[in-house]
């Protein structure tokens, strides 16, 4: 490469320094960004941090009002939101017991809590697979840079082997830079999953469970109180 190579000639000529495993690693790039912005987008879609309706619709609930409940909740598309209202539905539905209807209701929260955690095991394979393909493509680039030493002999020059080394070291350094935004990615989303889980567990035991007065208070706590966080 030289200071007159164009950009694209630039990283083509950084990707066949590093064949076969920079092909796979500009791969695995491209697979990863697609699947965070696309999560990003899902999280970002749903509103799916959103608990500001939450506290409203149980109190209504607890108030004999559930259909106003309801209304609420369908204006939401989360899967707060789709597990609240199924948990209502549930619970007015005469042929189920409130154990059914509690049962049946966790069990949907927890259909939802799965689809929440989709494509995060892509990348976090994708996180695990990078380092390990830039370790492997530095390897065999060694193998082959000593391998040039070995059939040059006598002429072996410093440059020759500082050369081949930091041409093996890219695809090192090329896993790494892929690895950690990953990894990041991946542990903020899954933040963003627990805290749903978290307060979705919450939300479903204050629904099948009436109000508790605390000692010294004038009237149960109330529900907006306990769930009127909004999106944090």
Same mark, same amino acid.
């Given at each position: 490469?030289?200071?007159?190579?164009?950009?694209?000639?630039?990283?083509?000529?950084?990707?066949?320094?590093?064949?076969?495993?920079?092909?796979?690693?500009?791969?695995?790039?491209?697979?990863?960004?697609?699947?965070?912005?696309?999560?990003?987008?899902?999280?970002?879609?749903?509103?799916?941090?959103?608990?500001?309706?939450?506290?409203?619709?149980?109190?209504?609930?607890?108030?004999?009002?559930?259909?106003?409940?309801?209304?609420?909740?369908?204006?939401?598309?989360?899967?707060?939101?789709?597990?609240?209202?199924?948990?209502?539905?549930?619970?007015?539905?005469?042929?189920?017991?409130?154990?059914?209807?509690?049962?049946?209701?966790?069990?949907?929260?927890?259909?939802?809590?799965?689809?929440?955690?989709?494509?995060?095991?892509?990348?976090?394979?994708?996180?695990?697979?990078?380092?390990?393909?830039?370790?492997?493509?530095?390897?065999? $680039?060694?193998?082959?840079?000593?391998?040039?030493?070995?059939?040059?002999?006598?002429?072996?020059?410093?440059?020759?082997?500082?050369?081949?080394?930091?041409?093996?070291?890219?695809?090192?350094?090329? $896993?790494?830079?892929?690895?950690?935004?990953?990894?990041?990615?991946?542990?903020?989303?899954?933040?963003?999953?627990?805290?749903?889980?978290?307060?979705?567990?919450?939300?479903?035991?204050?629904?099948?469970?009436?109000?508790?007065a605390i000692p010294g208070a004038a009237e149960p706590t109330p529900l907006e109180t306990l769930f009127g966080r909004g999106s944090q």
């Amino acid at each position: 490469m030289t200071a007159k190579d164009s950009l694209p000639d630039q990283a083509l000529a950084l990707l066949q320094l590093g064949a076969p495993a920079s092909y796979l690693l500009l791969l695995l790039s491209l697979l990863a960004v697609a699947l965070i912005i696309v999560k990003a987008w899902e999280f970002w879609d749903l509103d799916i941090r959103d608990r500001s309706y939450v506290g409203r619709a149980l109190m209504l609930f607890h108030r004999g009002l559930p259909e106003d409940a309801l209304t609420i909740l369908q204006e939401h598309r989360g899967p707060m939101a789709q597990s609240l209202t199924v948990a209502v539905a549930a619970y007015g539905d005469t042929n189920l017991t409130r154990e059914e209807a509690q049962e049946f209701a966790r069990v949907y929260a927890n259909e939802r809590l799965e689809e929440a955690r989709g494509l995060l095991r892509p990348i976090e394979v994708i996180s695990q697979l990078a380092p390990l393909t830039g370790l492997l493509g530095t390897v065999l $680039g060694m193998i082959s840079a000593f391998q040039a030493l070995s059939l040059a002999g006598d002429r072996v020059s410093p440059a020759q082997l500082s050369g081949g080394i930091w041409e093996a070291l890219l695809t090192t350094a090329a $896993g790494l830079v892929i690895a950690i935004p990953c990894i990041a990615a991946l542990h903020g989303f899954e933040r963003v999953v627990e805290r749903l889980q978290t307060d979705l567990e919450s939300a479903l035991t204050r629904l099948f469970t009436p109000p508790v007065a605390i000692p010294g208070a004038a009237e149960p706590t109330p529900l907006e109180t306990l769930f009127g966080r909004g999106s944090q």
